[in-house]
């Protein structure tokens, strides 16, 4: 594999090298509308002549490939179509000016819901830019990591096709299932949840905006007040015709997992030592470790396994994306077909594949109709090993198996042993760990694969009624079946455990999800000023259905099908469930001369999820803007270009976190099929009172452009996000049953600041251009009334509590006191902060300032470019947010000293006067619930460097190839930290999740470390 990457990195200096003369280079510019300066999105740019083009993102950016001497045209509806030569320089940029004699022909009103060009602030952006930069993974999400202000992004799992933990300002709700709340993703219109990113294709993706203003969440009702990610897909670009081919090939390792496991002499002398460990009070042996002679540590020694090298491979990353667009006058159509799969890294496993196909077109039929359509047909498959805390996890298995142990079992001459089908049998000794099973035989005795196809689209039509006033009706829906199968083949060892000759789980999934809008809108300028006004209505649903089918005992490992069980069991049930929403919207907008700007919102929305009698709820909200750049006495002040104040206030209602059917007191029977069971209440009882979570947000903001050419960018807001009446489950007296019902209780607090800068270092016209970014998000957290004295939450290893005046989740522990030198005793504080050595869960406390929320986050890097190099980086960082490394803890615990230990285990008390050490070790071992292994995960990593390379058509002559950019990547090539392990903590592991996202670490899919090599290729 070596060999093959130097063979592939010399071929492309090579190729760099021989075309390096190549005069074709990058133009760059933005483009802004004349009449008020604002950027705009959408131009179409075309090379004249050529079939190259592309549009500006959501900044008015764009960059295209272009000789000097060619002619750019510049076209954009209602605009002036405008042509620019190339000359010289690398940089085109002006301000457009509107068509006087198409804007008499007709208004074009649009939709409400686009991103206005005026909304600087609450707005985050990736345009094309950025996203070349990051090569995506499997799933969109991980690409936002450190390059938003204001959201943050924690990796889950890093598992192949898994999504990441995206959090917006801070959003969290003390009843959600993991404390912190997920933003809605929406797909050209189409709302998608967080499992539905791996089915986007990062290479249709035109550009990406977090919505974190009021203003502008508030449209999406009770969906959009955790914040919204709109993501916006690659169109055909008018009067340009084009094909695209983008493959990548990469290779992946496990990054380092920062932790120091013993080799085998380690191991070996730390059993030994523990085996002499005597009880102080009886003089007694503990009975841990084990006894061995200088000789049998030397003969025992000279196996050393590395289980990661056993588990473990180097996986492959494969893409090979198409896409073919063309534009006309008053049609443009793009189609898209796209393969990608990642192998991960564990042997056993193919990991994720996707194949994709997208097809677009919007179509301007004649002066008073548009429409528009985005279908995208996804079929996915996905094996994952078990992600668990015990011996069936590979990741615990790597680091709990002893080391002195081999792969598979041998003779007393050392021979492998074989089975009757002449192969090794896997070591099952009961000194391999302390459950004596080999991981191995989970991964080959079991089949299970996870298979979706998904659909999902949208389709509009706006009919302009008269000038300015029109009507527009979209749909937009996704439809998921999910099929999953688990066989535990009846040959594994693991049959014997659980007593059984074979097991097999299917379940299948139906979702259709689709949302319906319809808006009136009314658009008209006169003279300065400028106004518009809307009324929308909105219907969502969301229907699925379940089935599960357990079964047991098979005739062999190959023939599985549930026909063929012994017996099917009584669990085996099926399910269906359906969620309503409607809301009715209305939005006005003004503006007078390009400087100053109103908009105002009311939003009337039900729910199915609110209790019965309690199942609307109005919000509304306004927003206040102020261009001071455009005022005359600004012309004097030559270093600012552009300065905008802002300032909103709004409500919305969250639903998100009421379960289906929880405002109905239903009854269950239990769920066992045949079992004769009576029908009795189920544990929660319907409030019919119960209604949403109540947001309310500020955001004031400022953004500016500054020095010649606009060379400092960037904006800064406060915020302030208020949640009311959030959700608790209350206990019900035992007298009346101890069952429970959901109330709205409390009221919590987010404040923080955003800071987003761009600075372009250089911009030499003749080649060398660098522009450093960076953005920074401080938060602070606080929950400001509680109707109950407090709630404790258990997750594993500890406990969390919300209680007034404290940061949410703040962490509820017995506080650690180190060792008594004299006896290694363990000592903490009691509650009242006194010394003891004896331990009682009594004496937990809440530790104040220290929870799994991060203080502060975000990233910074560079973008660099040289006649036809390009080159990126760039960092993300977290600060202030800590973690309960259950790992470590369990790492260094001599009560399970069957398995591997770290190296620090061994500096454990073992006379007095010792300090600086481990507790002196006992029979019960490290006590969990303590402060002892609460960590620090404040991290900086380096996520991507990126050197890319593009030859332009004069290179290709004659082949219809345009352009050809290549690259080589490398991502997470380091992380600084003082945990002990990998600080980015998602769930902790996806079969034992943390109660609260980011609280505890236990092993899990290791972070990877990749090198990716690519071609983009345009025709």
């Given at each position: 594999m070596k060999l093959k990457l130097t063979w592939l990195l010399t071929l492309f200096m090579a190729f760099v090298m021989q075309f390096s003369?190549?005069?074709?280079?990058?133009?760059?510019?933005?483009?802004?509308?004349?009449?008020?300066?604002?950027?705009?999105?959408?131009?179409?740019?075309?090379?004249?002549?050529?079939?190259?083009?592309?549009?500006?993102?959501?900044?008015?950016?764009?960059?295209?490939?272009?000789?000097?001497?060619?002619?750019?045209?510049?076209?954009?509806?209602?605009?002036?179509?405008?042509?620019?030569?190339?000359?010289?320089?690398?940089?085109?940029?002006?301000?457009?000016?509107?068509?006087?004699?198409?804007?008499?022909?007709?208004?074009?009103?649009?939709?409400?819901?686009?991103?206005?060009?005026?909304?600087?602030?609450?707005?985050?952006?990736?345009?094309?830019?950025?996203?070349?930069?990051?090569?995506?993974?499997?799933?969109?999400?991980?690409?936002?990591?450190?390059?938003?202000?204001?959201?943050?992004?924690?990796?889950?799992?890093?598992?192949?096709?898994?999504?990441?933990?995206?959090?917006?300002?801070?959003?969290?709700?003390?009843?959600?299932?993991?404390?912190?709340?997920?933003?809605?993703?929406?797909?050209?219109?189409?709302?998608?949840?967080?499992?539905?990113?791996?089915?986007?294709?990062?290479?249709?993706?035109?550009?990406?905006?977090?919505?974190?203003?009021?203003?502008?969440?508030?449209?999406?009702?009770?969906?959009?007040?955790?914040?919204?990610?709109?993501?916006?897909?690659?169109?055909?670009?008018?009067?340009?015709?084009?094909?695209?081919?983008?493959?990548?090939?990469?290779?992946?390792?496990?990054?380092?997992?920062?932790?120091?496991?013993?080799?085998?002499?380690?191991?070996?002398?730390?059993?030994?030592?523990?085996?002499?460990?005597?009880?102080?009070?009886?003089?007694?042996?503990?009975?841990?470790?084990?006894?061995y002679t200088d000789a049998e540590i030397d003969q025992l020694s000279e196996i050393d396994t590395d289980w990661g090298d056993v588990l473990y491979k180097t996986g492959v990353t494969e893409s090979y994306n198409f896409a073919i667009s063309s534009g006309s006058e008053n049609s443009s159509t793009r189609f898209s077909l796209g393969y990608d799969s990642d192998e991960g890294i564990v042997n056993g496993y193919e990991g994720f594949q996707r194949i994709s196909a997208a097809i677009s077109n919007t179509t301007k039929v004649n002066k008073w109709l548009n429409y528009g359509y985005t279908v995208n047909g996804v079929y996915t498959t996905r094996d994952d090993p078990r992600d668990r805390q015990n011996v069936q996890s590979p990741f615990w298995s790597e680091i709990n198996n002893n080391p002195y142990e081999q792969l598979f079992q041998v003779d007393a001459n050392g021979d492998q042993i074989l089975d009757e089908f002449g192969d090794p049998i896997f070591n099952i000794s009961g000194r391999l760990n302390s459950f004596g099973y080999q991981v191995l035989d989970e991964i080959f005795g079991t089949d299970q694969e996870v298979r979706n196809l998904r659909i999902f689209g949208n389709a509009f039509a706006e009919i302009t009624i008269t000038d300015g006033l029109s009507i527009r009706s979209q749909f937009g829906g996704i439809y998921d079946r999910r099929q999953s199968e688990n066989f535990l083949k009846p040959s594994a060892r693991l049959n014997t455990f659980i007593g059984t000759s074979g097991l097999k789980t299917d379940t299948s999934t139906d979702d259709f999800d689709y949302n319906w809008r319809n808006e009136l809108s009314y658009a008209k300028e006169f003279g300065k000023h400028s106004v518009r006004a809307t009324f929308a209505s909105e219907f969502q649903d969301e229907n699925n259905y379940f089935i599960n089918l357990n079964s047991r005992t098979f005739p062999n490992d190959f023939q599985d099908t549930q026909n063929l069980a012994g017996s099917i069991d009584q669990d085996s049930f099926t399910q269906r469930?359906?969620?309503?929403?409607?809301?009715?919207?209305?939005?006005?907008?003004?503006?007078?001369?390009?400087?100053?700007?109103?908009?105002?919102?009311?939003?009337?929305?039900?729910?199915?999820?609110?209790?019965?009698?309690?199942?609307?709820?109005?919000?509304?909200?306004?927003?206040?803007?102020?261009?001071?750049?455009?005022?005359?006495?600004?012309?004097?002040?030559?270093?600012?270009?552009?300065?905008?104040?802002?300032?909103?206030?709004?409500?919305?209602?969250?639903?998100?976190?009421?379960?289906?059917?929880?405002?109905?007191?239903?009854?269950?029977?239990?769920?066992?099929?045949?079992?004769?069971?009576?029908?009795?209440?189920?544990?929660?009882?319907?409030?019919?009172?119960?209604?949403?979570?109540?947001?309310?947000?500020?955001?004031?903001?400022?953004?500016?452009?500054?020095?010649?050419?606009s060379r400092l960018r960037?904006?800064?807001?406060?915020?302030?996000?208020?949640?009311?009446?959030?959700?608790?489950?209350?206990?019900?007296?035992?007298?009346?049953?101890?069952?429970?019902?959901?109330?709205?209780?409390?009221?919590?607090?987010?404040?923080?600041?955003?800071?987003?800068?761009?600075?372009?270092?250089?911009?030499?016209?003749?080649?060398?251009?660098?522009?450093?970014?960076?953005?920074?998000?401080?938060?602070?957290?606080?929950?400001?009334?509680?109707?109950?004295?407090?709630?404790?939450?258990?997750?594993?290893?500890?406990q969390s509590i919300l209680r007034e005046g404290l940061e949410p989740f703040t962490y509820f522990m017995v506080r650690y006191a180190g060792v008594n030198p004299a006896n290694g005793d363990a000592l903490y504080l009691d509650a009242d902060g006194n010394i003891t050595n004896v331990f009682s869960a009594q004496n937990a406390v809440a530790i104040k300032d220290?929870?799994?929320?991060?203080?502060?986050?975000?990233?910074?890097?560079?973008?660099?470019?040289?006649?036809?190099?390009?080159?990126?980086?760039?960092?993300?960082?977290?600060?202030?947010?800590?973690?309960?490394?259950?790992?470590?803890?369990?790492?260094?615990?001599?009560?399970?000293?069957?398995?591997?230990?770290?190296?620090?285990?061994?500096?454990?008390?073992?006379?007095?006067?010792?300090?600086?050490?481990?507790?002196?070790?006992?029979?019960?071992?490290?006590?969990?619930?303590?402060?002892?292994f609460l960590q620090d995960a404040s991290y900086l990593a380096w996520r991507n460097l990126t050197l890319g390379y593009t030859f332009g058509d004069n290179v290709f002559e004659n082949t219809g190839i345009s352009s050809v950019r290549t690259y080589v990547q490398l991502q997470n090539l380091a992380i600084w930290s003082e945990f002990d392990g990998n600080p980015e903590v998602g769930v902790g592991s996806s079969e034992n999740a943390a109660t609260v996202s980011n609280s505890v670490y236990i092993n899990n899919y290791p972070q990877l470390r990749s090198l990716n090599f690519g071609f983009d290729i345009n025709f």
């Open positions: 003369f190549a005069q074709e280079k990058t133009i760059t510019g933005t483009i802004t509308a004349a009449s008020d300066g604002l950027p705009l999105p959408g131009v179409n740019v075309v090379v004249k002549g050529t079939a190259r083009g592309t549009q500006t993102d959501f900044d008015g950016k764009y960059s295209i490939n272009a000789n000097q001497g060619d002619v750019l045209v510049f076209s954009y509806v209602g605009f002036e179509t405008t042509e620019k030569t190339v000359g010289a320089g690398n940089t085109i940029t002006f301000a457009i000016a509107e068509d006087a004699e198409a804007l008499d022909e007709v208004v074009v009103v649009g939709s409400v819901f686009d991103v206005g060009k005026q909304k600087a602030n609450g707005v985050s952006t990736m345009g094309a830019n950025e996203l070349k930069a990051v090569v995506a993974t499997s799933s969109i999400d991980r690409a936002m990591q450190g390059q938003m202000s204001g959201v943050n992004v924690v990796a889950s799992s890093t598992a192949p096709g898994s999504a990441a933990n995206v959090n917006v300002r801070g959003a969290f709700s003390p009843s959600s299932n993991n404390g912190l709340q997920n933003p809605l993703y929406v797909v050209d219109g189409t709302y998608m949840n967080v499992a539905d990113l791996p089915a986007i294709n990062s290479n249709n993706i035109e550009s990406m905006e977090v919505l974190t203003d009021a203003s502008q969440t508030a449209l999406y009702g009770s969906r959009g007040s955790n914040g919204v990610v709109i993501i916006t897909t690659k169109k055909g670009v008018k009067g340009s015709s084009r094909i695209t081919l983008n493959t990548r090939y990469g290779v992946s390792d496990r990054f380092p997992i920062r932790v120091d496991l013993m080799n085998s002499r380690q191991k070996l002398e730390y059993e030994n030592g523990l085996s002499q460990v005597t009880n102080p009070a009886t003089g007694n042996l503990l009975g841990l470790g084990r006894s469930t359906r969620i309503s929403r409607f809301g009715i919207l209305g939005v006005a907008n003004y503006s007078y001369d390009g400087k100053y700007f109103l908009d105002a919102y009311v939003r009337r929305d039900g729910s199915s999820l609110a209790g019965l009698e309690n199942q609307y709820g109005t919000f509304y909200g306004a927003s206040l803007a102020w261009d001071i750049g455009k005022e005359s006495f600004m012309d004097s002040v030559d270093w600012i270009n552009s300065l905008r104040l802002s300032g909103s206030y709004g409500t919305s209602g969250d639903d998100s976190v009421l379960a289906v059917y929880s405002n109905f007191t239903s009854v269950t029977t239990g769920g066992i099929y045949g079992a004769g069971s009576p029908a009795i209440p189920n544990a929660a009882i319907a409030n019919p009172n119960v209604t949403w979570e109540n947001n309310e947000k500020i955001n004031l903001g400022l953004s500016f452009e500054l020095l010649q050419g960037g904006k800064i807001d406060w915020f302030q996000d208020t949640r009311k009446d959030f959700l608790f489950q209350d206990t019900l007296p035992f007298e009346s049953g101890a069952y429970n019902t959901t109330n709205n209780e409390g009221d919590s607090r987010v404040t923080g600041v955003e800071i987003d800068l761009n600075y372009d270092v250089f911009r030499n016209p003749e080649g060398f251009n660098l522009t450093v970014f960076g953005n920074t998000t401080f938060l602070k957290y606080e929950i400001t009334t509680l109707a109950v004295d407090e709630q404790i939450t258990n997750f594993s290893g500890g220290k929870s799994p929320l991060p203080e502060m986050f975000g990233g910074f890097g560079l973008r660099a470019s040289y006649k036809g190099f390009d080159l990126s980086s760039n960092f993300n960082f977290s600060y202030g947010n800590y973690v309960f490394n259950q790992q470590s803890s369990s790492l260094h615990d001599p009560s399970n000293w069957r398995n591997n230990k770290v190296v620090g285990a061994a500096n454990y008390w073992q006379q007095p006067g010792d300090t600086n050490v481990l507790q002196r070790p006992t029979v019960n071992g490290i006590e969990t619930g303590t402060t002892q």
